[in-house]
């Protein structure tokens, strides 16, 4: 169960944002660059690991996935959705759950769980894509969903901010949430991979 399932409710609460893009003239394309970049600023907050900037980062990686959603609604309201659209959102959104992780792994110095998690947030994103590209259709099951991933990111940052002591076996809130990425990301993948199998 992931939060991606309450996509329709989220699109419901979308029409100011969408009629903000409008007004500003920013194409679905510029939305997913914006987002990016928003991204980045999070991963840079993350890494100087001060309790400010895990609150400004966490803002900010709510923020990207916010407009993540928006991107998506303008395309569909001025009827200019394109696998072009798609495709740049994809690799954009891949690129900035690297960044993101990074700049967590960077601000903590667990270089080997930032590795573990990064590549379980790839791969569970990758077998979304390709189950897609094998025709099965697009899958956003499984524990869990890149909704879910920056819904704990943003948890995280808030808690970050209150506390960067060890609490569990000697691992911090964030070590923790690397720890969760890896195991759950390539967890998911699996169950991805089984589900999409059983389809073939």
């Known amino acids: 169960m992931t939060l991606d399932q309450f996509r329709p409710v989220a699109d419901r609460l979308l029409g100011p944002w969408v009629s903000a893009a409008q007004w500003l003239g ?3 394309d510029q939305v997913s660059v914006v987002a990016f970049g928003v991204a980045v600023v999070a991963a840079g907050a993350f890494a100087v690991a001060d309790p400010i900037f895990y609150l400004f980062g966490a803002i900010c990686v709510l923020l ?11 395309a569909r309201e001025e009827g200019i959705a394109s696998d072009g659209g798609d495709f740049l959102d994809h690799v954009l959104d891949r690129y900035a759950d690297i ?17 573990l998690a990064v590549t379980g947030v790839l791969m569970t994103s990758y077998l979304g894509t390709q189950i897609q590209a094998v025709g099965i259709g697009r899958e956003y099951g499984g524990l ?9 990111m943003g948890v995280v940052g808030v808690l970050a901010a209150i506390t960067t002591a060890p609490l569990v076996v000697g691992l911090n809130v964030v070590e923790l949430l690397l720890v969760l990425l890896a195991v759950v990301g390539h967890l998911t993948a699996l169950q991805r991979f089984r589900g999409a199998w059983a389809d073939l």
Do not use: E, Q
Request: without cysteine.
């Open 64 to 74: 990207n996935g916010w407009l993540d959603l928006v991107d998506g609604a303008l």
């Open 144 to 152: 869990l969903g890149r909704a879910d991933r920056l819904a704990l």
């Open 99 to 115: 960044v993101i992780i990074a700049g967590f792994t960077a601000g903590v110095g667990a270089y080997a769980l930032g590795f």
């Open 26 to 28: 920013l194409t679905p």
